[in-house]
Every structure is written in C-alpha cells, then in structure tokens.
C-alpha cells in the first residue's frame, strides 16, 4: 500500500488544520492506519491510529481531547483533524500502516509497516 499525506501548513495558535492520508492499492481498506509526528532533533512519536473498519481508535494523552481521527473507506482516505493547535504540535506527520489489531500496540513505531512521506504542519506563537 502507498500513503500520501496532505493538508499541513502553517496556522496560528488555536487554529485548526485537518490532515489526510490517502492509500492507493486495493488493500488499503484491510489497514489500520495510525498518525505520528517528529519535531526537529526529536523522536517519532505516535498521535493516533484507526482500525481498518474504522470501529475502533486510540488517541495519544498528549493530544486527546484536541485531535481526533477518523476514515472514509471510500475515498481510501484517513484524516487527522487537528483543534486548538499549540506550539508544541510543531512538527512534519506521517501517516502509517499496520497490520496487528492489537491497539495496545498502535503506539510502537516498530510495527509499523508502509509510511508516507510526511507534511509539515507549523503552528506559530
């Protein structure tokens, strides 16, 4: 499977953005797809992921309550929506598959499988 994000830019504290992950090939309905992020000199770190049904979810603590994530299996398309952004939200996401359905394990960058290449959101002070 192939992911391309889209929808990152440059917004202002507070403000909103909607990120999305779109997936070629036919299996691409069959993944569950979760989001990351990297800030400069930073780790990966894991925001949200979604099952392939779209039935179940996880939110990283560090965004819940602000972000939420969700799917359209038919336009092969998982967003990321993304409210009251802070600074610390700065940084390029990425979009991933992965295959376990275990959701205690969404957050592990290792078992991740295909990646996209990643947008760039910046949220100014």
């Known amino acids: 499977v192939q992911l391309v994000e889209s929808g990152g830019g440059l917004v202002q504290a507070g403000g909103s953005l909607r990120l999305s992950c779109s997936g070629s090939?036919?299996?691409?309905?069959?993944?569950?797809i979760g989001w990351f992020r990297q800030a400069p000199g930073k780790d990966r770190e894991f925001v949200a992921a979604?099952?392939?049904?779209?039935?179940?979810?996880r939110i990283a603590d560090s965004v819940n309550g602000r972000f939420t994530i969700s799917r359209d299996s038919a336009k092969n398309t998982v967003y990321l929506q993304m409210n009251s952004l802070k600074p610390e939200d700065t940084g390029t996401y990425y979009c991933?598959?992965?295959?376990?359905?275990?959701?205690?394990?969404?957050?592990?960058?290792?078992?991740?499988?295909?990646w996209g290449q990643g947008t760039q959101v910046t949220v100014s002070s």
């Open positions: 090939g036919r299996t691409f309905s069959d993944h569950n």
């Open positions: 991933a598959s992965v295959r376990t359905g275990a959701i205690s394990q969404w957050s592990r960058r290792e078992v991740y499988d295909y």
């Open positions: 979604i099952s392939y049904s779209g039935g179940a979810s």
